[in-house]
């Protein structure tokens, strides 16, 4: 039994591709197929894989059956995040959701999902993307408005991601492993609200995904920071393979 974790799908069966690049860059030509295979050829029937949002380029639920439906015929147990391309996913439907695909997937908001001794928990989140003011290389200063408006966001998921670790700490876990598609931080951070609360709870990773293209996979933290492991799973990162988390 184990635990893999891959982000950024961006599928797009049936919804138009709203990022062409996605298809002249060779990173991404076909990668639902081998993205299919190398999860047929790693996971077996009784392992999760959570996929850390940004799953489709539908603008509705309509528009992403397709690509839910290739998400739920892949081996094991499938746990989703919401991304912030996820527009299929209204923040207050994600009960919804749930029953509506009781069995086949598992969407992870304002709830956990239990894997052996660990609760899996997670949201969303949210980070400061600039814009950002350069001198050269050096960011000499940043757009302080966007700065403010983000902040008022990353409260909102904070509070969300409190409530899965709450449910979880209720049902009598205490081991976490906590998921946001976001950075943990923004690249002018070291910590934030989501690594405090990383660090309140004991969460023993945080996995995150987002952060695609070459010059954004080191954008937050990598590896140990604070005792625990930092990770980015973005799809691209990982030329679609998912990462194991846990044995
Ligand atoms: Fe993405
Ligand atoms: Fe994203």
């Not at 996820?86 to 923040?91: K, L, P, S, Y």
């Not at 919804?96 to 086949?104: C, F, I």
């Not at 995904?209 to 996979?217: D, K, V, Y």
Request: hydrophobic residues 40%; proline residues 3%.
């Amino acid at each position: 039994m184990s635990l893999y974790a891959i982000g950024d799908l961006h599928l797009h069966f049936q919804s138009e591709l709203k990022a062409p690049g996605q298809l002249r860059d060779p990173v991404w030509r076909n990668h639902e197929t081998l993205f299919r295979q190398n999860c047929e050829k790693m996971i077996r029937p009784d392992d999760t894989l959570v996929l850390v949002g940004d799953h489709s380029w539908g603008r509705n639920l309509a528009e992403c059956e397709q690509d839910l439906a290739y998400i739920a015929a892949l081996p094991g147990r499938k746990i989703l995040l919401r991304g912030n391309h996820d527009m299929f996913w209204d923040a207050k439907k994600t009960e919804a959701l749930n029953l509506r695909y009781a069995g086949k997937l598992f969407f992870l908001q304002n709830n956990y999902a239990a894997y052996r001794d660990w609760a899996i928990v997670g949201t969303k989140g949210y980070t400061f993307e600039g814009p950002f003011y350069l001198r050269g290389r050096r960011i000499v200063d940043w757009d302080h408005e966007e700065e403010a408006h983000a902040e008022k966001l990353v409260e909102r998921e904070a509070e969300r991601l409190k409530v899965s670790f709450e449910a979880a700490k209720a049902d009598g876990y205490s081991r976490f492993i906590m998921f946001l598609h976001y950075p943990p931080t923004s690249i002018l951070e070291k910590n934030s609200a989501f690594t405090a609360m990383a660090e309140k709870y004991g969460a023993e990773q945080v996995i995150y995904a987002h952060c695609h293209g070459e010059h954004r996979f080191h954008d937050s933290l990598e590896g140990r920071h604070h005792g625990i492991q930092y990770t980015l799973v973005s799809g691209d990162s990982l030329r679609w393979m998912p990462m194991k988390i846990l044995e």
